[in-house]
């Protein structure tokens, strides 16, 4: 992955996104399938799960979040925290859940399921904005380096 | 508690009506449905059960049947036991979500009064919507009449439902003649209704917070082909079960199915095999042709997807000339039972000569006559030692006669 500086296991699971969708898994015959495709979510009880931590959840090997899904990203967004209010827009817009925040605060993108689609960048209310997208290969701190200054609001014309 | 509903030992009910009691006296659950004829008072008596205090259910109403098979995915992946209806237009508008259904194992039960599909439109009785449905992945089971609408209702949840099966049933009837038509029904009790259908267990349900699963989950390549293979064999091997259900339901009513019907068959020559409310008429005329010294016999379908292809062969293994009446047009093909039947007595030892009739389309009737007429010409076939017509014909058609496809073994 190109990002390098920012922490990549933020919040994560030990199991998050390791297994890339095109290295295929052990193939099953027909007689060791599930039925009606049929997947479970976790491995074991998973009483209560939704007030446990991504982190502290049994993930099973067919939930997506076990899977890198972001192969085909060809843009990535950039978070900056200098710059962030923590408004958790994109934490709401986010359609695959790659925001990853706590407590509130903005902490970065989950790259492994994050598909570069921008919506983030364009909820982002401040100025200049705390996510943009650059090349999928572009380094982070230089991507960081690079952000825009703040942008002026042109004067309007005086109403006549 | 659900409200005591008074039944008398005989009714008088159609094959709606029928249908619709065996969905109360299951205590289905859900019901989401969308109205078509000829098969809305189904849905609608159950609607009035649930509005009257006499189950204790939910009837969704949605906006197409689209919506109202999945809606009975939804309610039936959650853990319920589902049931709806349809005909015809709404049959094909629900098609894709039946292949859904099956190939999420999800023991829905589709009440299905066959009719015509358009164009032109039509809302009488063939059986094109049953034979859309032929490839779904559904076991289908037909009834003849009002008291089997009832019976195989009750008989579906059961073979649905079993934990070997987990596929979705349909219970086919035919459009007015048997769901308009009043007959004498014999209900069960409540009581021994609900002791025979049992309650359900359910099986990967989405209500358990303990086990959260995905249903309908995306497979290329790599790994759809072993998920329909399972499929298939699990409804190939459901033919036990439904042999076992409908022998637990004879220990209880003395009324006896079977996957292959056979009436008169014993020392048959000629015989029309058929589907539907066409069997009884064929019944009538067997009867009337051997008192003119015809030995003619009927074979019928009760269960025509898994197809019973030994006992198919088995029940016309010995006899001379074979009708199979396909009431669908077939669109450029010989018709779809035809074919079934014909691959079946392909591998038989004496392999019978076999000819295929399109007929009743759109409710057009088929007579007692007519059926005489039909084993007349199969006596003409059985004497000729081959196929004297056209292998594909037409029965009750106006205009210059049609036929298709000729015999090589002449």
Same mark, same amino acid.
């Given at each position: /992955?190109?990002?390098?500086?920012?922490?990549?296991?933020?919040?994560?699971?030990?199991?998050? =996104?390791?297994?890339?969708?095109?290295?295929?898994?052990?193939?099953? =015959?027909?007689?060791?399938?599930?039925?009606?495709?049929?997947?479970?979510?976790?491995?074991?009880?998973?009483? =209560?799960?939704?007030?446990?931590?991504?982190?502290?959840?049994?993930?099973?090997?067919?939930?997506?979040?076990?899977?890198?899904?972001?192969?085909?990203?060809?843009?990535?967004?950039?978070?900056?925290?200098?710059?962030?209010?923590?408004?958790?827009?994109?934490?709401?817009?986010?359609?695959?859940?790659?925001?990853?925040?706590?407590?509130?605060? /903005?902490? =970065?993108?989950?790259?492994?399921?994050?598909?570069?689609?921008?919506?983030?960048?364009?909820?982002?209310?401040?100025?200049?904005?705390?996510?943009? /997208?650059?090349?999928?290969?572009?380094?982070?701190?230089?991507?960081?380096?690079?952000?825009?200054?703040?942008?002026?609001?042109?004067?309007?014309?005086?109403?006549? | 508690?659900?409200?005591?509903?008074?039944?008398? +030992?005989?009714?008088?009910? *159609?094959?709606?009506?029928?249908?619709?009691?065996?969905?109360?006296?299951?205590?289905? *659950?859900?019901?989401?449905?969308?109205?078509?004829?000829?098969?809305?008072?189904?849905?609608?008596?159950?609607?009035?059960?649930?509005?009257?205090?006499?189950?204790?259910?939910?009837?969704?109403?949605?906006?197409?049947?689209?919506?109202?098979?999945?809606?009975?995915?939804?309610?039936?992946?959650?853990?319920?036991?589902?049931?709806?209806?349809?005909?015809?237009?709404?049959?094909?508008?629900?098609? +894709?979500?039946?292949?859904?259904?099956?190939? &999420?194992?999800?023991?829905?039960?589709?009440?299905?009064?066959?009719?015509?599909?358009?164009?032109?439109?039509?809302?009488?009785?063939? #059986?094109?919507?049953?034979?859309?449905?032929?490839?779904?992945?559904?076991?289908?089971?037909?009834?003849?009449?009002?008291?089997?609408?009832?019976?195989?209702?009750?008989?579906?949840?059961?073979? $649905?439902?079993?934990?070997?099966?987990?596929?979705?049933?349909?219970? #086919?009837?035919?459009?007015?003649?048997?769901?308009?038509?009043?007959?004498?029904?014999?209900?069960?009790?409540?009581?021994?209704?609900?002791?025979?259908?049992? +309650?359900?267990?359910?099986?990967?349900?989405?209500?358990?917070?303990?086990?959260?699963?995905?249903?309908?989950?995306?497979?290329?390549? *790599?790994?759809?082909?072993?998920?329909? $293979?399972?499929?298939?064999?699990?409804? &190939?091997?459901?033919?036990?079960?439904?042999?076992?259900?409908?022998?637990?339901?004879?220990?209880?009513?003395?009324?006896?199915?079977?996957?292959?019907?056979?009436?008169?068959?014993? *020392?048959?020559?000629?015989?029309?095999?058929?589907?539907?409310?066409?069997?009884?008429?064929?019944?009538?005329?067997?009867?009337?042709?051997?008192?003119?010294?015809?030995?003619?016999?009927?074979? $019928?379908?009760?269960?025509?997807?898994?197809?019973?292809?030994?006992?198919?062969?088995?029940?016309?293994?010995?006899?001379?000339?074979?009708?199979?009446?396909?009431?669908?047009?077939?669109?450029?093909?010989?018709?779809?039972?035809?074919?079934?039947?014909?691959?079946? &007595?392909?591998?038989?030892?004496?392999?019978?000569?076999?000819?295929?009739?399109?007929?009743?389309?759109?409710?057009?009737?088929?007579?007692?006559?007519?059926?005489?007429?039909?084993?007349?010409?199969?006596?003409?076939?059985?004497?000729?030692?081959?196929?004297?017509?056209?292998?594909?014909?037409?029965?009750?058609?106006?205009?210059?006669?049609?036929?298709?496809?000729?015999?090589?073994?002449?």
């Amino acid at each position: /992955m190109a990002v390098e500086s920012q922490e990549l296991n933020l919040l994560a699971n030990n199991n998050r =996104g390791e297994s890339q969708l095109e290295a295929g898994f052990d193939l099953l =015959g027909w007689d060791e399938v599930t039925q009606g495709s049929v997947l479970p979510s976790f491995d074991g009880d998973a009483t =209560g799960i939704a007030n446990k931590k991504a982190e502290e959840r049994a993930y099973s090997g067919f939930n997506s979040y076990t899977a890198s899904v972001a192969s085909w990203r060809v843009i990535k967004p950039v978070f900056n925290r200098d710059i962030c209010i923590d408004c958790q827009n994109c934490w709401v817009w986010c359609p695959d859940s790659s925001i990853l925040s706590r407590d509130k605060q /903005m902490l =970065g993108i989950d790259y492994d399921h994050c598909k570069g689609c921008e919506v983030c960048v364009e909820v982002c209310p401040t100025n200049p904005k705390s996510l943009l /997208m650059f090349s999928e290969y572009a380094d982070l701190d230089e991507s960081l380096a690079a952000w825009p200054e703040k942008k002026k609001k042109e004067k309007k014309s005086k109403e006549v | 508690m659900a409200v005591k509903f008074d039944l008398n +030992e005989r009714e008088v009910w *159609d094959g709606n009506y029928a249908a619709s009691q065996a969905l109360r006296q299951a205590d289905v *659950d859900v019901v989401v449905a969308y109205p078509i004829t000829p098969s809305t008072p189904i849905v609608e008596n159950y609607g009035s059960y649930v509005g009257n205090g006499y189950i204790d259910g939910e009837f969704v109403m949605v906006e197409s049947e689209h919506a109202a098979m999945s809606g009975c995915i939804g309610a039936s992946a959650a853990g319920g036991r589902v049931s709806t209806a349809t005909s015809s237009q709404g049959f094909a508008l629900m098609a +894709e979500v039946l292949y859904q259904a099956s190939g &999420m194992r999800l023991p829905i039960v589709l009440n299905v009064v066959n009719r015509a599909l358009a164009s032109p439109l039509n809302v009488r009785g063939d #059986h094109a919507d049953m034979y859309l449905g032929r490839d779904s992945g559904w076991i289908q089971m037909g009834a003849f009449n009002a008291q089997e609408a009832y019976d195989l209702a009750l008989c579906a949840f059961k073979i $649905a439902e079993n934990h070997s099966v987990r596929l979705p049933v349909m219970v #086919h009837q035919d459009g007015f003649i048997t769901s308009h038509t009043a007959q004498n029904v014999y209900p069960l009790t409540d009581a021994k209704a609900k002791a025979f259908v049992g +309650e359900i267990v359910p099986v990967d349900d989405m209500l358990d917070f303990s086990r959260p699963v995905t249903y309908g989950a995306q497979t290329e390549e *790599d790994w759809h082909f072993e998920h329909k $293979a399972k499929q298939h064999k699990a409804i &190939m091997d459901s033919r036990t079960v439904i042999d076992d259900v409908y022998a637990e339901f004879k220990e209880l009513t003395g009324r006896e199915y079977k996957r292959v019907e056979s009436y008169d068959m014993e *020392d048959a020559d000629v015989v029309i095999i058929g589907l539907g409310t066409t069997v009884e008429t064929a019944r009538v005329a067997a009867k009337n042709m051997r008192e003119k010294g015809v030995k003619a016999g009927v074979v $019928a379908i009760r269960c025509f997807r898994p197809f019973p292809y030994d006992e198919v062969r088995e029940a016309l293994s010995n006899a001379k000339s074979i009708a199979v009446t396909d009431r669908s047009s077939p669109g450029g093909a010989m018709g779809a039972f035809f074919n079934e039947v014909s691959a079946a &007595m392909y591998t038989s030892k004496n392999r019978p000569l076999v000819t295929g009739f399109i007929y009743g389309l759109g409710g057009r009737d088929f007579s007692i006559e007519e059926a005489e007429r039909i084993y007349a010409e199969q006596q003409a076939h059985a004497d000729a030692g081959h196929i004297t017509t056209d292998i594909q014909q037409f029965s009750g058609l106006r205009g210059p006669k049609l036929g298709f496809f000729q015999t090589a073994r002449g």
